[in-house]
C-alpha cells in the first residue's frame, strides 16, 4: 500500500482536491481525498509527498505511430505537400530493418513514459514492434494491425487473409496492459470490398478499430469528385476505384464501417452530417490538432466534436509529423487553436482539455472502464506534474496552470498499473 500526496489531485471525475492524496494498492486506486483523510484512513501505508505538484490521470495518446519514431525531423521538408510526404515515409520506412523499427518504437514508449502518457493508441505496419515497445517499457494500449496499401478489390479476398493472418499472429502477444485491434489504413488506401470485410471480421470477434478519416483536402477531393493526387496514383499503377461521390464519413456509414464504432483520426474535413453521422454510429474520434496544423490540412472543429456527445481523445499522431509526443503541449495547442478556429462557436477551457486528454483518450480507446479517472476501483495509471517552474507560478487555477504554463519536461512521475514506469530523483 502506498499513498501519493500532492498540493493538487486532479481526479477529472471530480473537481480538484487540494492538499490532496491518492492511496494505491497493487495495481489499482483504493482511495482518493485530501491528504489528511487518506493518511487516517491508511496510517500504516508508505506515503510520498510531491508538495508543489498535480497528481492526475495519466494521458492517453490515442493516436500514433511509434514505429517510425526514427524519422523525427527527417520530412520536414516535405511537409508543404501531404502526397510527397506520404511516399517519402513509405520509402524511407522500407530501408529501416525490423530491428531498427523495434528500437524506434521503444525510443517512442520511452519518450511518452517521460511525457506522463500511461495509455497509446498504437498503428504499425509491423505492429509487433508497437507491442514489444510498450511492453518493454510498461506502458497500457491497444496496438492496431494496419493494412498494407489494398484499394484494389481485385485483391481484397487476398489482402484480407494476409492481414487477419498478421492480426491473429499478433494477438497471441497480447497482455493485461497491451491489446491488439485492427487499422485499415484510410478511405484512400483501402477498397470497399476490403473495408467490408475487415468490418464483418470485426464485428463477428469483437476486434477495436481505427482509421485516418476525412484528413486532408486530397481525400476530400477523391471521395466526393473522383479526381484529384490519388487518382494519378491509381491510374500509374492500375489500380482500379470508384469514387463514391459523397464524404469519407459517407463512404464508411454505406459499407458497413461506421457500425463498428472505429476511432476516426483526424476529422478536420467533416461536415455537420458527418458529425452527426458519427456520433449516431457511436464511433469515436482521435483529435491531433499539431499533426493536421502541420500539414496544413487545417482546423477540425473541436467543439462540435464533444457538443455532439462523441467520445475524443488526443492524439499526438507520429514524431514524423508533430516532432515530440508532449500531451500538454497538444492540449494548449488544441485550446487555442479551437479558440482561433473561423467558425468557431465557443471557447474550449482548459479543464475540457484536460478531460480529453485523459478520460476522453480513455473512451475513446474504450478503457474508461478502466482508465481516465482517479477514482477506486480504477487502474492506478497515474501522471505527476511538477508545479515548481518559474512560468507555473503563481497557481490560481490549476487547469490553466497545467495546460497553458506546463508541458512534458514537469513530468516527474509516471505510474501504469501501480508501477512506476518513469520518475525524476531527487
Not at 308 to 324: F, M, P, Q, R
Request: aromatic content about 6%; glycine content about 8%.
Amino acid at each position: 500500500m502506498k499513498i501519493l500526496s500532492a498540493d493538487y489531485v486532479l481526479p477529472i471525475s471530480t473537481v480538484p482536491i487540494n492538499d490532496g492524496a491518492v492511496a494505491v494498492d497493487g495495481s489499482r486506486i483504493v482511495a482518493v481525498g485530501t491528504k489528511d483523510e487518506i493518511i487516517r484512513q491508511y496510517p500504516t501505508a508508505s506515503h510520498v509527498n510531491f508538495g508543489k505538484a498535480a497528481i492526475l490521470p495519466g494521458f492517453v495518446n490515442c493516436h500514433s505511430h511509434l514505429e517510425v519514431t526514427a524519422m523525427r525531423g527527417a520530412l520536414d521538408d516535405v511537409e508543404h505537400d501531404f502526397s510527397a510526404w506520404l511516399l517519402k515515409l513509405n520509402g524511407l520506412r522500407a530501408e529501416l530493418s525490423d530491428d531498427d523499427i523495434r528500437a524506434a518504437a521503444v525510443a517512442g514508449t520511452v519518450e511518452g513514459a517521460q511525457a506522463g502518457v500511461t495509455c497509446f493508441g498504437d498503428i504499425g505496419r509491423m505492429g509487433h514492434a508497437g507491442l514489444h515497445a510498450l511492453e518493454t517499457v510498461g506502458l497500457r494500449g491497444i496496438v492496431f494491425q494496419e493494412t498494407e496499401f489494398s484499394a484494389d478489390n481485385r485483391t481484397a479476398d487476398d489482402d484480407f487473409l494476409k492481414l487477419a493472418t498478421k492480426y491473429e499472429e499478433l494477438k497471441g502477444g497480447a497482455t493485461d496492459l497491451v491489446r491488439v485491434g485492427l487499422s485499415p489504413h484510410s478511405p484512400y488506401t483501402v477498397g470497399s470490398r476490403l473495408f467490408e470485410l475487415i468490418a464483418q471480421y470485426a464485428i463477428l470477434n469483437r476486434v477495436p478499430m481505427t482509421i485516418h478519416a476525412a484528413e486532408s483536402a486530397d481525400e476530400h477531393e477523391l471521395l466526393t469528385q473522383g479526381t484529384g493526387f490519388f487518382t494519378e496514383v491509381y491510374e500509374k499503377y492500375g489500380v482500379e476505384w470508384n469514387s463514391p461521390h459523397c464524404t469519407p464519413i459517407e463512404y464508411l456509414e454505406r459499407l458497413g464501417v461506421l457500425s463498428t464504432q472505429p476511432l476516426l483520426a483526424h476529422c478536420v474535413k467533416v461536415s455537420d452530417s458527418d458529425i452527426a453521422k458519427i456520433a449516431a454510429n457511436g464511433a469515436k474520434i482521435a483529435h491531433c490538432p499539431k499533426s493536421n496544423a502541420k500539414f496544413g490540412h487545417g482546423y477540425a472543429p473541436f467543439e462540435k466534436f464533444l457538443d455532439a456527445g462523441i467520445a475524443t481523445g488526443l492524439g499526438s499522431d507520429s514524431v514524423a509529423s508533430n516532432n515530440v509526443c508532449d500531451m500538454l503541449e497538444e492540449s494548449r495547442f488544441a485550446a487555442l487553436i479551437a479558440r482561433n478556429r473561423e467558425g468557431s462557436e465557443r471557447f474550449i477551457t482548459a479543464k475540457e482539455m484536460l478531460e480529453t486528454a485523459t478520460l476522453g483518450g480513455a473512451k475513446a480507446l474504450g478503457l474508461d472502464h478502466l482508465i481516465g479517472t482517479l477514482e477506486p476501483g480504477k487502474q492506478a495509471d497515474i501522471a505527476v506534474i511538477s508545479l515548481t517552474n518559474a512560468v507555473q507560478r503563481p497557481v490560481k487555477d490549476i487547469h490553466p496552470a497545467l495546460v497553458f504554463s506546463s508541458n512534458a519536461r514537469d513530468t516527474i512521475l509516471t505510474m501504469v498499473a501501480g508501477d512506476e514506469v518513469f520518475q525524476v530523483l531527487g
